[in-house]
């Protein structure tokens, strides 16, 4: 116990995971049980099948956690959970289990909201490359250092202003300030809702990142309409300042693919694509190259680009307007191959550091869960005792 075990579980959406992380810095044991299997016929998350995977999961994925650890209950500080945002019956499974683990044991409950996850994914790893902890954080008096983080997934295109301040030498306290976020579609769901559309499989990101290669990205021009300050404005529920705000919006590229393939007939062509992979009984990326002629190729990736583009020049505005000395970026799409190679560029040009989680920390896990309630473990930050799902959990304050 003095080691400072926390054990994470995650189960926001459609991953049962848990991990144990020791002072949120070393992974003891990551284990991620996925429904892709299960929602993929579907094309995207069904909440209730997701609440019954977790149900059915969650004890048997905790086992392996710690066996994967080699500790035991006995050997836990503390249990982390995600608290949102998410699906709320996905969420309660895990917030179930994690109360009465924590009560059960005698040890403190400690909420983490999902983004900020994805954000300690990132100074995860950098903290066990200690030498680049040293770069983030270093040591002595309060560094006033500005983290601009993108965090970009299925459900998420949020910009946070993450500042960190190490009291007394201790344990860094982070808070966020929200400063982007999407109006409609995340990211991850513009790459989910496109590969459904042109018959591919699910979820639709790794898909477009395996096929994008393959086709001219220059070959469909995509325009991204100026997002309407109106439907936002100050004041409106949920609203943030327009002035301090980055908006994005990927239902109208999503659209913009549909009517293409319409007005280009490829409906066929689809449906034979969407035909063919169905009878193949594990069919990956790979198989469906062979199923896309030229025009689809080309489409895929205009359509990658289009969407890492806007990412791209929104995020390093963003950078330059709050003179941030760091970009993050993480969550599922941060996967993407040519979002890593034209975001490294673009820092690399402006002297920027940046950074990502490996692939597997890109991508909903636990061990971000453990790491970023860390902090708040050293700091006694527990979950009240009414501790529910919230699913639409905001992260940090709003820009002023
Ligand atoms: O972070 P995550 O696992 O779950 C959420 O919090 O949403 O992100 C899942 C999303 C999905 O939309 C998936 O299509 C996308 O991340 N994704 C990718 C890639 N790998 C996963 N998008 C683009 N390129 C990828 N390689
Ligand atoms: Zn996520």
Not at 32 to 46: E, F, K, L, M, R
Not at 94 to 112: D, H, N, Q
Request: charged share 20%; proline share 6%; aromatic share 6%.
């Amino acid at each position: 116990m003095a080691d400072g075990l926390i054990l994470g579980i995650e189960t926001s959406c459609d991953e049962t995971a848990v991990a144990v992380v020791r002072q949120g810095r070393e992974i003891l044991s990551s284990v991620v049980a996925s429904q892709i299997p299960i929602h993929s016929p579907y094309g995207g998350v069904v909440p209730e099948l997701a609440s019954r995977e977790h149900l059915r999961n969650i004890l048997p994925v905790v086992r392996e956690a710690l066996e994967q650890a080699r500790v035991g209950y006995e050997d836990l500080a503390a249990i982390a959970v995600t608290a949102g945002p998410g699906l709320a019956g996905a969420l309660l499974v895990g917030i179930s289990f994690a109360k009465s683990l924590a009560f059960a044991l005698e040890r403190p409950l400690i909420a983490v909201n999902h983004l900020e996850g994805h954000i300690h994914a990132v100074l995860l790893e950098e903290a066990r490359r200690q030498a680049a902890d040293q770069e983030v954080l270093p040591k002595g008096p309060l560094p006033e250092r500005q983290v601009l983080a993108l965090v970009v997934s299925g459900g998420h295109t949020h910009l946070y202003l993450a500042e960190a301040r190490r009291r007394n030498g201790g344990e860094p306290v982070w808070s966020y300030r929200n400063v982007g976020r999407t109006v409609d579609d995340a990211a991850g769901e513009a790459f989910d809702k496109v590969a459904k559309l042109l018959g591919l499989g699910y979820p639709g990101g790794p898909w477009i990142d395996a096929l994008a290669p393959h086709g001219n990205p220059e070959a469909v021009p995509f325009s991204f309409a100026q997002i309407k300050a109106k439907a936002h404005r100050k004041g409106e529920p949920g609203a943030l300042n327009p002035a301090t705000t980055t908006y994005f919006s990927y239902s109208g590229i999503k659209t913009a693919v549909l009517r293409y393939t319409h007005v280009h007939e490829m409906e066929a062509s689809i449906e034979a694509r969407r035909a063919a992979l169905a009878a193949m009984p594990n069919a990956k990326p790979a198989d469906a190259l062979p199923l896309c002629d030229r025009r689809t190729l080309d489409l895929i990736a205009s359509f990658q680009r289009s969407v890492v583009d806007d990412l791209r020049r929104k995020t390093f505005r963003a950078a330059e307007q709050f003179g941030a000395d760091r970009v993050l970026v993480s969550g599922g799409v941060a996967a993407n191959r040519e979002l890593r190679v034209r975001f490294t560029a673009e820092a690399a040009e402006r002297n920027l550091p940046i950074a990502f989680p490996s692939l597997t920390l890109s991508t909903d896990n636990a061990a971000m869960i453990a790491a970023a309630a860390w902090p708040k473990f050293v700091a006694g930050e527990c979950a009240p005792e009414g501790l529910t799902a919230e699913p639409s959990l905001a992260l940090g304050a709003s820009a002023r």
